[in-house]
């Protein structure tokens, strides 16, 4: 079943107006035509996705051969067909699929408020204005520090810097290879305003304790949840606990909006300045628009501006896309938590020379990718074991960004540097390989195998 939409006014039609062939924006149009054409190419859309999904189940897997890459398209004929729609009305900027997809975040997320934007990066940079903004109690200011991770992507940190406060890097729990909790209180100082923790690659921080400690000294919480759409600590969707969170739905991640970023709060103030500064400030948005209207008679309210913005608009191509994937994201994570489990076992004859990254008691694990790091003291080096598996068409990538402080653009950062030993460690020994739903059972075991084959070249059974 599709939806189907009047391409005049581009709003859902119900049951009554397709039947009567009328939609509530002008009664006197025949909307039969707007019908026949989105079910016509609805049909041929699903036809051409029937026929690859055919295809690609011929193709035989060759052990060895086969390329088995980082990541695979998560969509299929729905969010075309639904994103179609909104070309066919020609109304494309942020609408009401974007407002669909933000309540059907919230509610899979357990969360008041949430806030689509153009990318987890943009997420990152509308949370924390949100937070520095002197409209807010207690606001972040120039000079204070964030504690965050040093093993993450880049643009959890550059937000931080962008408004004038310092990253404060605190060293990663090999366990998860996430902020360690017991290192976070010795780095507090009087500057101290906030913890960043990053959910990395889908594996959940020890949220509860960071929340605890956030408490306790009075810091801001902001969960950069952007690999780890769906996961859980405790029975909680990661990205509930937090002040703030924030999330990435870019083409390679759990669930994609090809580009695209949500931002999440229980916080209602939060929720409102978020919509504000998402659309260059203006009012637009607010439940609270006529009261501020009032007060500002002399302004065309459609370009009245309370605060400063941005232009992290969403379009409704991402809405649609968004309202679809989310439907999907459970059975997707479920697809990669068998292969992270399966490999988890295969591969735990190898301790002696990797570190296994395994599901915490709890929990559940979103995987993003499937890590994997190398001992020092193993006999063989990263990059031979990454060569291998290329070799083999397994496909490989570094960490996310790895450790910030080795990379060049640390030169232009102003961050207090502490000891990030096993940050090194991960950033010079760490890779991942791909986990997502296309690696079926075959695949699966070939990759277990792989490790094997490259094992036994040193005689480790």
Known sequence: MINLYCLECNKKLKNI???NKRCICDSSRDISQDISIQKDISIKIKNLFTKRKNIE????????????PLSKSTFSSEEIIESMQSHLSTYLTMGTKVGLFEKSFSKYLKTKSSIAVTSGSTANSLALAILSSPMVK???????????????????????EDIG??????DIDLETLNIDEKKIEKSITNKTRAIMPVHLLGIPCKIDKIKAIAKKHNLFLIEDAADSSGAEYKGKKLGSFGDISTF???????????????VSTNNKYFAELAKSKRAFGWIRDLKDKKKIEKKYKNIDPRFLFITKGFNFKPTEVQGAFGMHQIKKLDSLIDARRKNANYWAKRLAKFEEYLIIIK?????KYAWY???????????????????FLNSKGV??????????????????????KQKLTNATLVNDNGFFIGNHHGIHKIAREAIAGYFEDFFNQYEVR
Request: overall charge positive.
């Open 248 to 262: 990435s739905f870019f083409y390679t991640h759990i669930m994609t909006t090809i580009e695209g970023g949500m």
């Open 165 to 170: 406060c310092k990253p404060v890097f605190v």
């Open 359 to 363: 599901e915490m008691k709890n929990t």
């Open 17 to 19: 107006q397709i039947s």
């Open 57 to 68: 189940k011929l193709k035989k897997f060759e052990y060895g051969k086969t390329i088995i």
């Open 395 to 416: 496909q490989t990538r570094p960490i996310l960004s790895g450790n910030i402080d080795q990379q060049p653009v640390a030169k232009e950062l102003n961050y207090r």
């Open 369 to 387: 990718g499937y890590p994997i790091i190398v001992k020092e003291e193993a006999p063989f080096s990263k990059n031979q074991l990454i060569k």
């Open 138 to 160: 207690n606001h972040l200011k120039p000079g204070d520090e964030i504690i965050t991770t040093p093993l993450t992507f880049a643009t959890s940190v550059y937000p931080i």
